[in-house]
């Protein structure tokens, strides 16, 4: 991007209240919900596990603390950056990202998106076909946990929704994205649960002064289910890379999301940067980010509850 002040000043406010559909999985699909829900934060009715999606219109909101979380051995959540928020519109991408092409339809802003479900990514690629032509910057569809090119099936993605920088270019499953296929993902800030003294898990959302431009990497895997000339052929996938937190915020979790500066963001977008080495340098060059922890409500939970008001600060 030219202007790094551009890029904050191109996201506007965002108050619209906005729903996910509720979406029927697949076999393949189911199989990554039940992996989800057994090892993620969320809590989801009984018999729910071959649908992941939003509150209806109407339903009351479910509470309660998060179930079956997969542990360090510290105690922490095992997940880190397992739920985000994005509630802006791709007219607001595009201005702040400098982006020349928009692929796909237009996606609902959510408060708690979830691995496995659609996002938008922000990405460069030459065009098709035509290797030699310069990158063009695109928004198009992703989904939430990377399918490794050399996968028998999708069911992966529900594994890697997130890759440790400290070994991405080391690591079958993200060296050859790290390399060529590196992307953004946009959001206004991302959850955490904390450990508390009672037993319980508090939540935080975990925030800047403005947009977060979350490290990305992305993949293609080919469905051999489906004939050549079928539209979902191609199933792109992302995962979102993570480093060790500042101290600050190590006391609710020890990882955090890479996040990148107005400033790296040409850099890490550029296709033409494939030698790992330099790949690693440029990794080691983003700094920390700055984030400010927000006690939240225990509604964030469950992954069919959404709306801005799961970010609303809480008393604890």
Known sequence: M???????QGFSSVTTSGARGIRTLDLFHAMEARYQLRHSPV???RGAWTTLGHRRPGEPIRTGPPEREPRHSTGRLGVMCGRYANARRDADLVNAFDIEQVVGEELPPSWNVAPTQDVRAVLERAPRNEPDTPPVRQL???????????????????RLINARSESVTEKPSFRKAASQRRCILAADGYYEWQKMPDGGKQPYFLHAD???A?????EFWKDPRLPEDHPDKWLWTATIMTTRAADSLGHIHDRTPVVLPPDMIDDWLDPRTQELKDVRALIDAIPEPVLVPRPV?????????????????VEV
């Open 2 to 8: 030219k202007n790094p002040g551009h890029w904050a």
């Open 43 to 45: 809590r989801v009715p």
């Open 140 to 158: 198009r569809t992703v989904r939430w946990g990377l399918v490794p090119s050399w996968s028998k099936d999708p069911t992966s993605g529900a």
């Open 210 to 212: 403005g947009p977060l």
């Open 214 to 218: 979350f490290a990305g990497l992305y």
């Open 297 to 313: 409500g225990k509604a964030v939970g469950n992954v069919t509850n959404d709306g801005p008001e799961l970010i609303e600060p």
